[in-house]
């Protein structure tokens, strides 16, 4: 699978979302599997301390990462940073954007690597 091929994917509630996108392009662009699901990375929105055995948390974004978006008693959202802006998955279908416009509506990013 390429990039150009996750341009062609939908989101499908409880079937293909978010961090499913993100699975995909991780391996599009660095050629490996994510050992983990994104959804072990975070838990009431920060990273916990078990899962820094499986994740790096970055203080800066590097091409490429996973970045987390969150906000206080809602849902989070997960892309990839790619080559500075941020892949991810909505519910209109993906997008490439800048990291600000992606952020939009979200309090918090999070940077992390798979280790």
Not at 95 to 114: F, M, N, Q, T
């Amino acid at each position: 699978m390429t990039l150009d091929d996750l341009l062609n994917k939908q989101y499908i509630e409880g079937e293909y979302v978010c961090g499913d996108w993100v699975h995909d392009a991780w391996e599009a662009i660095t050629g490996q599997r994510l050992a983990h699901r994104i959804e072990t990375i975070i838990t009431d929105r920060v990273v916990t301390a078990a899962d820094r055995k499986n994740w790096q948390l970055l203080k800066e974004p590097q091409s490429p990462c996973i970045v987390w978006f969150s906000r206080p008693n809602n849902d989070s959202h997960v892309g990839i940073w790619y080559e500075g802006r941020v892949g991810h998955l909505r519910q209109a279908g993906p997008a490439w954007h800048e990291p600000d416009i992606a952020a939009l509506g979200y309090s918090k990013r999070s940077y992390v690597i798979p280790r």
